[in-house]
């Protein structure tokens, strides 16, 4: 009787064993989708900016900088967007050709510089207004007042080979007439006359600067 009792109750796990494994649920597989990395848009960079500009009708250099250059390149579509900033430049010319004259001059970017990178090569383009001050002539302060200065922007474009630690950009630019230059007495024809015009020279050097942490 004992035995029987045994057999029925091994029997009835068994059973309950093979019913439950027939109706157990199949485990749901879990497949992960696995995604190509994704290219960065863009890289955020900063360049030490020194050159020297050569203004034509003076057949005189300014020295540019050292200034710099907040920019993001994006790889993706090879374009270059940034922040400039420069501080004045003390200049020396000779104005009628005899006359020595300094005057403190300010490159004043406005907006954004921009540019392209194609096959190995950056095309730039930075917008700066000109402003005069700190004039002397022959020694002598000429007064300019405080808003001597073009009367718009001066377009400027740069090129030169693409290379991300280092570039050396050159262009041609105009300049415009001038405004606002008014002590004693109007000068602007003068400073137009003396400075504006085309053919005016620029070279600059980009350094890559290291990455603050």
Known sequence: MRIAVVLAA????????????????????HRVEVRAPRLA?????????????????????LAI?????????????GTITGDLT??????????FGFVPTTARTELVPVGKTTGTIKEG?????????????DVAVNGQPLDVGP???????ASIDLEGPFQLDKMQLTGVYSIPPFAGCRGREPL??????????PGNT????????PTVP
């Open 121 to 133: 090569r950056v095309k730039a383009n930075a917008k700066v207004v000109i402003k005069l001050g």
């Open 86 to 95: 420069l501080p004045p430049s003390d200049g020396y010319f000779i104005a």
């Open 41 to 61: 848009a863009g890289i955020k960079v900063d360049y030490r900016v020194d050159g020297v500009s050569r203004i034509f009708k003076l057949q005189s250099d």
């Open 202 to 209: 620029i070279d600059l050097t980009l350094t890559l600067l």
């Open 10 to 29: 091994v029997a009835a796990v068994l059973g309950a064993a093979v019913i439950g494994a027939a109706v157990a649920p199949t485990p749901v597989e």
């Open 65 to 77: 900088g050292p200034g710099t250059l907040a920019a993001e390149i994006d790889l993706l579509t």
């Open 188 to 197: 602007d024809p003068l400073f137009t006359g003396l400075i504006s015009g």
């Open 147 to 153: 808003a001597c200065q073009t009367t718009e922007p």
